[in-house]
């Protein structure tokens, strides 16, 4: 007889230990929430089936608590209650905005999308936009003015400083430093220049971890037909990346012509995914490359450079801006000798910003000439370059005055710590890359009594106390002193763009050049770069970005070392293996990633972990390769040694396999076939069952019939539609230890496959939503109908009928369907109480035991059918776009009613590239894929 | 030995065997019955609030519209509680010192907003949307009953699915003609349904995806 307690033995086990600390982890979940009792015999087991069934039927009866309708005092005239409206802001990274538009529901920000006229958005977001609301609610934030780690008031900094104000009048400021991001707010940057007036001998200084644009030029993706990038990951990251993945696309998306994209890198880029050759190549190596293809010595080079030649004018170098100044160097002669300037890019006018680099404050610190250090922003304890040892200069500051969102790193050195309003809590201003002025406005009121930078500079300037809005809209009028200016200053907000003239020339860049490398001498070469996910330190403590794959890998929660195979194979390492990590000196333990294509001998290293203060979410997550960082080497160098440890971390990613193993998942061709022969390249393997072999009886759909088609030619992989449906459709996050067993909730995947072996192997993304099969599988084995079939096509889910039998998800073959293993809802990422105002009102927010899965946005479809009935029209076309689609940069997400001759949909679908995933299994997917066309060079063998 | 039951027994056995059946199903058509009754569904039961608000004053006796209060019913999901701005704009000149209307003035003078207690509440995840129904012809009274009489608030309707599949599978049964949507005086005339069917069309009523799961969960 087998009993009870032996079944369980085969249940796993949640408790694992981990293998860097060699501790158990603490289980994240409430007790016995994951796991049977470990002792449970019959007779404990029938009490309790026997309880919770009694439990179960006695939980149906009871009666919906009652509850309170709280109409306002005076209801503002521009608030309907349950209508959203729209504001248009600016959020910023690395000193640079990209416009948005927030949508709030009386009051509350719910949602970030992009604003379609702003330059450096087009209506388009990154993950960062969108993860910024997660951010905005996070209950870690700091929330009181803090000396010497008391809690202290904002009016006694001020009588401080106040009193230092008179020491200051006497010396003109010395000992008084200024430490700031890279900055572009106009308004920002006129209070320091009246600072550094008023205090002629105060200095200011300006440090920007992620360095900033490169080389300032500005690049028109959508004029060019041959693209060469040397190690420049313009689709993926960068201030303008948003606009360079919408150009990009609008050139690549096949017709009569295609553009050509090479890319030369040395650790895998979501430009590289894209490009039709890549190759995987050293720093040095991509060095020669590059001067091979300016003198055309090698042939290959000279095949690539008769391509670039053959379209002057119509092409762009491109040097990434983590690469060598030799790089940059080739790439701006490439482009003056092609005729490119002045047609597919742009150098505008860099001004110089007036501020000193962090290298003069380190030595002034180490010198004891700093007796006030006021730092705005960023976490320089956490990611100065490490040879400065600012963290130990820090604090021996006599008083050092910290504006940041977060009790951090550089927080915890200081004496003062004043909480910083959100951007989208406060008034400020700023500029994209091409210059346009946002003027920002806030959304809600600060959260957690946040001051914004702009206070506190005009109380350093002792001017009369006033707020962000009064201190904004004084610098503009200052500008502009008409009539007009109250029509244009409300324009502005309206738009999100300004129109002013500024009378002071502005600084745009201040790039620190990275330094040239040195010829390849040792075995290994670091390369350090920012993540794509958590790019800055702001976003340590963000759950949505943790959990968010990282693209090219699929790792979460964590981040590794990147070798190529063939190095991994030299050394004897597998995926991993934990290492010590040793480059000039210093050193750090990292687990390591294969990853195939990777240039060999290339270690590539990622920054914005090891937080040891980044809040309970990014606390010791990953490892911090800013260790690694030195001032004379920020995007790392040659000289790293690889020291085996024999201690092994798991890494847990969403997807363990990137092979199609010969499926034809993604099915891709040349585009010289396809102009030969369009139809082949989206033919699968094998054909689809004709609409008849079904032994269910045919349905008719009358109205209208939604439906997605997703175009694989322009998809960049980065995963913003993720993260935007997450933030649409409040969906939770899960942990570490929930993805490991495949239980994260993600709606919208993006799968990676590598086709073709080697260094040089193709990398294809596949966006996969639920496809919302017109036959669908999972709708015949649920024993409840909770997933039925609506007239129009939609596979519905229904909660409140869900039992959680898993039937579905089991029967689904495309893997789309999320399971809420463990009230996912109340689990520490999510409890908050500040999260509740985050959650999108117009979706259920699920609980355990309930399936869910894409919806195609139907909360927006009803949206949208609503007020065209309500005005008795038809829905325009275009006119409903699910999150996924309306954050997508490159427009690769389109929706909308097969029905509508007119319609996109309706005309890609009709596209010979069209096919459905798996559609040999007659499910007959109302999602269907534009096959992935490679524009090769004939000159160049394929797949070289 | 003799035997231990009498015959009688076998009857008894009988008896309960039939009867512990018979049990669980009085017991489930109880149950079921009591589920449905206007005692738990609290139909026709009024509900307190903070300011004894009269409907049957308001709108039976001075005869003000509906949208007067309920400002958003044509333009969004919520019909709209109205701020105390809109009690003020009468109660300050009439019945200005009624000791009844102290949580109005308190509201208006402290700006706390006054809690009132939801009388129609539907479970969280069903998401009704007023505008499209009144736009439709679907008239206040057919859900909310005749207000004007009402001097407290209560439901006259269950709020069960079934009930709002009644309509939702046969719309024609309860369409008013839109100019009479917030009429308390208005009776369904004879030939309800052929004037049903006439508002079907004229209305643009798209009947095929009205019981979608997806019209009203999500």
């Known amino acids: 007889m087998i009993g009870i307690t032996r079944v369980n033995r085969a249940l796993p086990i949640t408790n694992h230990q981990s293998p860097i600390t060699g501790a158990n982890s603490i289980d994240e979940f409430a007790q016995g929430a994951s796991e049977w009792p470990t002792d449970l015999s019959r007779r404990r087991f029938l009490q309790l089936m026997g309880a919770s069934i009694a439990l179960a039927g006695g939980a149906g009866c009871t009666r919906n608590p009652p509850e309170k309708i709280v109409p306002y005092r005076d209801q503002p005239e521009e608030i309907v209650p349950g209508k959203p409206l729209y504001f248009a802001s600016a959020l910023t990274i690395g000193g640079y905005a990209r416009g948005v538009l927030v949508e709030t529901h009386e009051g509350r920000p719910t949602k970030i999308e992009g604003n379609l006229e702003h330059p450096a958005s087009l209506g388009a977001s990154d993950v960062f936009m969108q993860a910024e609301l997660l951010t905005l609610y996070d209950p870690e934030r700091s929330n009181a003015v803090m000396k010497r780690g008391q809690i202290a008031t904002w009016d006694d900094l001020l009588g401080e400083l106040a009193i230092d104000a008179q020491k200051w009048k006497t010396n003109g400021g010395a000992g008084l430093r200024l430490l700031t991001r890279h900055e572009t707010s106009p308004t920002f940057l006129d209070q320091i220049r009246r600072l550094l007036t008023k205090y002629p001998s105060a200095e200011w200084h300006e440090y920007e971890p992620l360095g900033t644009a490169a080389a300032g030029a500005i690049y028109h993706f959508d004029k060019a037909e041959v693209v060469v990038s040397f190690g420049a990951d313009f689709l993926g990251s960068g201030p303008n990346c948003l606009r360079h993945a919408r150009d990009f696309a609008a050139a690549r998306r096949p017709g009569e012509r295609m553009n050509r994209l090479y890319v030369a890198e040395s650790t895998p880029t979501l430009t590289g995914a894209m490009a039709d050759h890549r190759f995987a190549l050293r720093p040095d190596e991509l060095e020669r490359f590059a001067q091979a293809l300016m003198s055309g010595s090698d042939p290959l080079a000279a095949k690539i450079a008769a391509d670039l030649q053959a379209h002057r004018g119509k092409s762009i170098v491109v040097a990434g801006e983590h690469e060598s100044s030799t790089l940059q160097q080739i790439a701006r002669q490439l482009n003056e000798m092609l005729g490119n300037v002045g047609s597919t890019l742009d150098y505008p006018n860099a001004v110089e910003s007036g501020a000193r680099g962090l290298r003069e404050l380190v030595d002034e610190m180490r010198g004891g000439i700093v007796d006030t250090l006021i730092i705005i922003g960023g976490n320089p304890a956490y990611d100065a370059p490490a040879d400065f040892e600012f963290a130990k200069l820090l604090s021996k500051i006599p008083r050092a005055i910290y504006l940041g969102l977060y009790q951090d790193e550089t927080a915890a050195l200081c004496q003062w710590h004043v909480p910083r309003a959100h951007e989208l809590e406060t008034w400020s201003d700023a500029r994209s890359l091409d210059g346009s002025v946002t003027i920002m406005q806030p959304m809600i009121e600060p959260l957690f009594a946040g001051r914004s930078r702009h206070e506190l500079l005009s109380a350093l300037l002792e001017e009369a106390p006033s707020s962000a809005y009064e201190i904004v809209r004084a610098f503009w009028q200052s500008q502009h002193n008409a009539l007009d200016f109250e029509m244009l200053f409300r324009k502005a907000l309206h738009d999100g763009i300004a129109d002013f003239q500024l009378s002071t020339g502005e600084s745009l860049t201040s790039a620190p050049l990275p330094p040239p490398l040195t010829s390849h001498l040792s075995p290994l070469t670091l390369l350090i770069r920012p993540s794509l996910r958590i790019i800055d330190s702001h976003f340590g403590n963000n759950a949505w970005l943790q959990e968010l794959p990282d693209p090219i890998t699929k790792i979460v929660w964590d981040n590794a070392a990147l070798l190529s195979p063939a190095t991994a194979n030299r050394l004897s390492l597998v995926s991993g293996d934990v290492v010590n990590l040793k480059f000039r000196g210093r050193m750090v333990r990292a687990p390591i990633s294969i990853l195939p294509g990777q240039a060999d001998d290339c270690v590539t290293v990622h920054l914005g972990y090891g937080r040891t203060r980044a809040g309970s979410v990014g606390n010791n997550v990953g490892f911090d390769a800013g260790i690694l960082r030195t001032s004379n080497a920020m995007w790392g160098g040659d000289g790293l040694e690889i020291e085996k440890t024999g201690v092994r971390h798991e890494l847990v990613t969403t997807q363990n396999h990137f092979g199609m193993e010969g499926r034809d998942l993604v099915r891709s061709g040349t585009f010289a076939k396809f102009r030969q022969r369009p139809r082949s390249i989206a033919r699968g393997n094998e054909p689809a069952p004709r609409e008849d072999e079904t032994l269910y009886p045919p349905v008719t759909y009358s109205g209208h019939a939604w439906a997605m088609v997703i175009d694989l030619n322009t998809c960049t992989g980065c995963g913003v539609c993720t993260i935007a449906c997450q933030a649409e459709n409040n969906i939770p996050v899960v942990g570490k230890e929930q993805v490991e067993r495949g239980r994260e909730m993600h709606w919208i995947r993006v799968d990676r496959y590598l086709e073709g072996d080697g260094p040089n192997s193709r990398t294809l993304h596949q966006p996969v939503p639920c496809m919302h099969c017109e036959n669908a599988p999972c709708e015949l084995v649920c024993p409840v109908a909770a997933t039925v079939h609506s007239s129009e096509g939609i596979n519905q889910m229904v909660y409140n009928r869900c039992v959680g039998t898993r039937y579905c998800s089991n029967n689904c073959p495309y893997k789309v369907r999320r399971f809420n293993f463990l009230e996912y809802d109340a689990n520490r990422f999510e409890q908050p109480a500040t999260r509740k105002l985050m959650r999108n009102p117009d979706v259920t927010v699920r609980s355990r035991g309930v399936m869910e899965k894409c919806t195609y946005c139907i909360q927006r479809i009803n949206a949208v059918k609503i007020e065209a009935e309500k005005a008795n029209r038809a829905i325009r076309d275009g006119e409903i776009v699910p999150a996924c689609a309306q954050a997508c940069p490159a427009n690769a997400i389109v929706f909308g009613d097969l029905h509508d001759a007119e319609s996109r949909v309706a005309k890609l679908r009709a596209s010979p590239l069209n096919y459905g995933l798996l559609d040999e299994l007659n499910t007959r997917p109302r999602t269907t894929y534009l096959a992935k066309l490679w524009n090769v060079n004939p000159d160049l063998e394929v797949g070289a | ?218």
């Open chain 2, 1 to 218: 030995m003799a035997q231990l039951f009498k015959r009688r027994a076998n009857a008894l056995a009988r008896l309960t065997l039939i009867a512990i059946p018979l049990l669980f199903v009085g017991a489930a058509v109880t149950l079921f019955a009591y589920a449905r009754s206007d005692f738990w569904t609290r139909v026709d039961s009024p509900v307190e609030q903070p300011v004894p608000f009269s409907h049957q004053h308001h709108v039976g006796g001075l005869g003000i519209d509906c949208r007067y209060c309920h400002t958003s019913v044509e333009k969004s999901s919520f019909a709209g509680i109205p701020p105390t701005e809109t009690c003020m704009t009468c109660h300050s000149q009439v019945w200005k010192d009624a000791p009844v209307l102290q949580p109005v003035r308190d509201s208006w003078q402290t700006g706390a907003p006054i809690k009132w207690t939801r009388v129609h509440d539907l479970p969280d995840y069903a998401y009704f949307d007023h505008s499209i129904h009144v736009k439709k012809g679907v008239g206040c009274g057919t859900c909310h009953g005749q207000v004007n009489e009402m001097p407290l608030m209560w439901k006259t309707k269950p709020l069960y699915m079934r009930w709002c599949l009644d309509c939702h599978r046969a719309p024609e049964k309860f369409l008013r003609p839109t100019s009479d949507v917030v009429r308390m005086d208005y009776r369904a005339p004879r030939d309800q349904l052929a004037l049903g069917q006439k508002l079907i069309q004229a209305n643009n009523v798209h009947t095929a995806g009205l019981t979608d799961c997806y019209t009203c969960h999500r």
